[in-house]
């Protein structure tokens, strides 16, 4: 039987989590895992930089449709660099182009393949619920990368099982979009036959092995509710509190806030783990486990391992950018890193961790002089509009929605943190946009792909991370300002040795470093 991780090294934001990183974690005999959020932007912006390591490059010539690589590659690609912004494509719907698709397919595809280079070992990816419009296609192609484990949460991923089932298999896939004000339940489709390629690609596709699937929880209703409740295989839990960077599920119970403006959370939020024992998965937790003594805590209360994402945030595999790391030890260095827990950062609605760092958006003045763009949409709200009215003419009859050809109005799509105006316009209320940023943009930037505007502004970044920060000090060696991925995993070995040994684990293959 397959020895499951006592580590998970969590799937941070847009590009933190990259391939660089899950394959250092991996290659330890633990879980790595690649963020998918944005990654599609993430690998055109790569290529807008000119692909400077070639590593894009041999992640594509990996891929097993060749023609569908090439088309990609030669859309985006600069040779040299880019001269200026960022190449800009258009925002996800629910029935993309197909040249998104491919995109979208190729770009998972890559992250995971590199990841996987050098070792043996498996290695995950993560995936937010409530960005459903592209899970369909980074599902598959991560899948034909031979990612391991899928890992999500921000959301309830009842139906994920089942697209795995169909996935493995090359059958046509299904996933519900949340439509606000939709008369009867939408549905997206994808069917990866119709993305095969090649003289014999459609009669000998590669053999898929379906995932290991871990849902990110934050209670124990939610827990048995995925398991009770999904339509297929749960393979185990993730089980997030709100100590863990990102988005945390917002209390439970009435809504109180501290005097500082940051939610209370209260017994109600605390997990009962006897009662996760009962529901007889495998579990790992996660918020502030970053120690052996944690580890320990969590085996004994029954957990297989935990999930760590701050440690390896700010370790020198990470996509953080160079400089925002620097600055951020350097306060933990000092024990005077703070992260405020924002109830209203984030256009999902969810609590949202933010470091307060100098020069970026966690400042209010710098955050009020941004002109507020929505040009990514990742995390957009799609909504319905009704056009059955006497003068909606016969157009207005959205016939290719799932679910929905009977009814007379369409999809449109919304996001708190766009131009007051126009969320308003689109039925928002103007109080929804008080203190929403655009996490699209400000992810990006944390990883040193930041869009440079037309008037010569460039966007700015929001760093997250847990509450437990300034115990990242304890993992930079003596007289150092850095540390690596495997200083974290070698500092949480209990002393009772349930951990892998360096020498029980493949050595790293130097050609893929």
């Known amino acids: 039987m397959e020895q499951l991780p006592r580590i998970i090294q969590g799937?941070?934001?847009?590009?933190?989590?990259?391939?660089?990183?899950?394959?250092?974690?991996?290659?330890?005999?633990?879980?790595?895992?690649?963020?998918?959020?944005?990654?599609?932007?993430?690998?055109?912006?790569?290529?807008?930089?000119?692909?400077?390591?070639?590593?894009?490059?041999?992640?594509?010539?990996?891929?097993?449709f060749q023609?569908?690589?090439?088309?990609?590659?030669?859309?985006?690609?600069?040779?040299?660099?880019?001269?200026?912004?960022?190449?800009?494509?258009?925002?996800?719907?629910?029935?993309?182009?197909?040249?998104?698709?491919?995109?979208?397919?190729?770009?998972?595809?890559?992250?995971?393949?590199?990841?996987?280079?050098?070792?043996?070992?498996?290695?995950?990816?993560?995936?937010?619920?409530?960005?459903?419009t592209v899970h369909l296609a980074s599902l598959y192609g991560a899948m034909l990368a031979g990612v391991g484990y899928v890992l999500m949460g921000a959301g309830i991923p009842l139906h994920i099982p089942?697209?795995?089932?169909?996935?493995?298999?090359?059958?046509?896939?299904e996933y519900r979009l949340s439509v606000t004000g939709a008369p009867t339940e939408t549905v997206m489709r994808f069917n990866p036959r119709e993305f095969a390629e090649g003289e014999r690609a459609v009669f000998e596709l590669p053999r898929l092995t379906r995932p290991k699937f871990l849902a990110i929880v934050s209670s124990n209703t939610l827990a048995t509710t995925m398991l009770r409740r999904a339509n297929g295989r749960v393979d185990g839990l993730v089980v997030?509190?709100?100590?863990?960077?990102?988005?945390?599920?917002?209390?439970?119970?009435?809504?109180?806030?501290?005097?500082?403006?940051?939610?209370?959370?209260?017994?109600?939020?605390?997990?009962?783990?006897?009662?996760?024992?009962?529901?007889?998965?495998?579990?790992?937790?996660?918020?502030?486990?970053?120690?052996?003594?944690?580890l320990s805590e969590a085996l004994e209360l029954g957990a297989t391992g935990v999930q760590v994402g701050t440690a390896f945030e700010f370790a020198e595999e990470s996509g953080l950018?160079?400089?925002?790391?620097?600055?951020?030890?350097?306060?933990?260095?000092?024990?005077?890193?703070?992260?405020?827990?924002d109830p209203l950062a984030s256009p999902t609605g969810f609590p949202f961790k933010v470091v307060q760092l100098a020069g970026t958006l966690s400042e209010p003045e710098i955050y009020a002089a941004r002109e507020r763009v929505c040009d990514l949409g990742f995390l957009r709200e799609p909504y319905w509009i009704d056009e059955s009215g006497p003068s909606a003419s016969a157009e207005a009859a959205l016939t290719n929605c799932a679910g929905l050809e009977n009814q007379k109005g369409r999809i449109g799509y919304r996001c708190s943190a766009e131009p007051v105006a126009a969320f308003v316009a689109k039925g928002g209320s103007a109080d929804e946009t008080l203190g929403r940023k655009c996490l699209c943009n400000a992810l990006l930037a944390n990883i040193g792909l930041a869009q440079q505007r037309s008037d010569g502004r460039t966007e700015l970044p929001l760093v997250t991370a847990g509450d437990g920060i300034n115990e990242v000090a304890r993992f930079l060696p003596p007289g150092s300002s850095s540390y690596s991925a495997a200083d974290v995993v070698y500092s949480m070995q209990p002393l009772h040795g349930v951990h892998k040994k360096l020498e029980e684990v493949t050595k790293p293959d130097a050609a893929a470093s």
């Open 11 to 64: 799937g941070m934001g847009a590009g933190v989590s990259n391939w660089r990183l899950a394959q250092a974690v991996s290659r330890l005999g633990e879980l790595g895992v690649v963020s998918s959020t944005a990654i599609d932007q993430i690998f055109i912006r790569r290529l807008g930089m000119g692909d400077p390591d070639g590593m894009m490059r041999r992640g594509v010539e990996m891929f097993p």
């Open 240 to 294: 997030e509190t709100h100590r863990a960077g990102g988005h945390n599920a917002p209390p439970r119970g009435k809504a109180l806030r501290t005097e500082a403006g940051e939610p209370v959370y209260g017994e109600r939020d605390q997990v009962d783990f006897a009662g996760l024992r009962a529901l007889g998965v495998p579990f790992w937790l996660a918020g502030s486990y970053a120690s052996p003594d944690r």
């Open 67 to 132: 023609q569908m690589a090439r088309r990609v590659w030669q859309e985006y690609f600069v040779p040299g660099g880019k001269p200026a912004a960022f190449r800009s494509t258009p925002m996800h719907t629910r029935q993309d182009a197909r040249k998104l698709v491919e995109l979208c397919v190729l770009s998972n595809f890559v992250e995971v393949a590199l990841a996987r280079m050098g070792h043996k070992q498996a290695v995950g990816i993560n995936l937010l619920e409530k960005v459903q």
């Open 162 to 173: 089942g697209v795995l089932d169909r996935l493995a298999a090359h059958e046509p896939a």
């Open 321 to 341: 950018e160079p400089g925002l790391k620097a600055a951020v030890l350097a306060q933990i260095q000092t024990d005077r890193a703070e992260v405020f827990t």
